[in-house]
Nanobody
């Protein structure tokens, strides 16, 4: 059974930083593209970043502020978030796609995590 477990969310002041982690189990981690999404209150889920053997990809909304990375030895993907803004408040989700980053960017991964909430106060 595949499980994606996010952690690292919480409350932070505007301008601050957080690092989210997602530990994967039940899949061959190194063969999966991994990604991060978020869903702000009352809005649809949106793609943020993905990483695979071909490199990282970012949505324009977070390029330059967020950094995705992975540690295949730990089956973990990270999202470093800097210069946080109140509009970054959302539930953040980890996702995995055996088919590569295309499916992630299309919002159609194979697996989702349960999400971790991030609140940025002004």
């Amino acid at each position: 059974q595949v499980q994606l477990a996010e952690s690292g969310g919480g409350l932070v002041q505007a301008g601050g930083s957080l690092r989210l982690s997602c530990v994967a189990s039940g899949l061959t981690f190194s063969r999966n593209a991994m990604g991060w999404f978020r869903q702000p209150p009352g809005k649809e889920r949106e793609f943020l970043a993905a990483i695979s053997w071909s490199g990282p990809y970012y949505a324009d909304s977070v390029k330059g502020r967020f950094t995705i990375s992975r540690d295949n030895a730990k089956n973990t993907v990270y999202l470093q978030m800097n210069s946080l803004k109140p509009e970054d408040t959302a539930v953040y989700y980890c996702a995995a796609s055996y088919g590569g980053t295309y499916n992630l960017k299309e919002g159609n991964p194979d697996y989702w995590g349960q999400g971790t909430p991030v609140t940025v106060s002004s």
